[in-house]
């Protein structure tokens, strides 16, 4: 069994940064694909990023595009968003997904674990 818990968030400005963290248990997470969804108010869960079970392979939104990176540290049991240029319609709360096909997930229904959720706020 897979336990997710995203930490990192918090309040920013506009244009600021933030880093997001996933810590994962589990003696099998390196070899779970990984991704990072968002859900501001009133707004249904969007897919944000997501990366192999390697890390050789990522993909995102275009609404993140150029501005979010995703990484993971399989030794560490860590995943992890970095989230550059912030805007304000990146408010929202960001949850961490996991699932043992170690291949791309790019779709909520294709994640079998997911944390609790973390809330980032950007200030206009």
């Known amino acids: 069994q897979v336990q997710l818990v995203e930490s990192g968030g918090g309040l920013v400005q506009t244009g600021g940064s933030l880093r997001l963290s996933c810590a994962a248990s589990g003696r099998a997470f390196s070899s779970y694909a990984q991704g990072w969804f968002r859900q501001a108010p009133g707004k249904e869960r969007e897919f944000v990023a997501a990366?192999?079970?390697?890390?050789?392979?990522?993909s995102y939104a275009d609404s993140v595009k150029g501005r979010f990176t995703i990484s993971r540290d399989n030794a560490n049991n860590m995943l992890y968003l970095q989230m550059n240029s912030l805007k304000p319609e990146d408010t929202a709360v960001y949850y961490c997904?996991?699932?043992?096909?170690?291949?791309?997930?790019?779709?909520?229904?294709?994640?079998?674990?997911w944390g609790q959720g973390t809330q980032v706020i950007v200030s206009s």
């Open positions: 990366i192999n079970w390697s890390g050789g392979i990522t």
């Open positions: 997904a996991a699932d043992p096909r170690g291949g791309i997930r790019l779709r909520e229904y294709e994640y079998n674990h």
